[in-house]
């Protein structure tokens, strides 16, 4: 029972992404400053999209004589190729945050991770291709890579697909400037606190 609503919850999200990115919208910028990360495999999932329509025309044809089934067949590869574009427009749609008190870390519909500013212990500009799952680790790649490397001087909770809470003390992620977020990281974590003022 809890898989099952963990799947509709994601697939929710995956229509939900959909509207936003045909209406040109993000989810929860707010006044917060986003940083992409689709731009590195948005050919990959075009691609992907593309052979599940083409796979869609070929089964149209094989199964011409039999309409039951085509329309079963149909039916699934339809939602299929619905699903794989809401995992682009998911990405697009739920970028990476960045507000004066907490950086906020996505990954398509089902990783959203805010991070609070003062427990990053480090920021590192760190290009890495192989990830290996570790306990306390979360990776979020994108085409298997990741740019930016966040230690966290504290653990900070995190709930997987399926509900499971890890404490995560180092995540890595992918940023299409890893550069800029990198630097705007550092520049947010040093801000100074604002002045209380002179007493009343």
């Not at 992907?48 to 869609?56: I, K, S």
Request: proline fraction near 6%.
């Amino acid at each position: 029972m809890r898989i099952a609503r963990a799947l509709v919850r994601h697939e929710l999200r995956l229509f939900a992404s959909l509207s936003l990115w045909v209406t040109r919208r993000t989810h929860g910028t707010g006044d917060g400053r986003p940083f992409g990360y689709a731009r590195g495999q948005g050919a990959m999932m075009w691609g992907f999209a593309f052979v599940c329509v083409v796979e869609t025309a070929g089964m149209a044809v094989l199964l011409r004589g039999w309409p039951a089934v085509h329309a079963v067949v149909l039916v699934l590869d339809v939602y299929t190729v619905l699903m794989v574009v809401g995992m682009h427009a998911a990405c697009v749609t739920r970028p990476h945050i960045l507000d004066s008190t907490h950086v906020r870390v996505r990954n398509r519909a089902h990783v959203d991770l805010r991070i609070p500013l003062a427990d990053i212990a480090a920021v590192r500009r760190e290009l890495r291709t192989t990830h290996e799952r570790a306990e306390g680790e979360l990776n979020l790649a994108v085409g298997a890579q990741t740019d930016v490397t966040l230690e966290l001087a504290a653990p900070v909770p995190h709930f997987t697909f399926l509900g499971r809470e890890r404490h995560i003390r180092l995540v890595r992620l992918h940023a299409d400037d890893p550069d800029e977020l990198a630097r705007a990281l550092t520049r947010a974590r040093t801000v100074p606190s604002p002045s209380p003022g002179r007493p009343g």
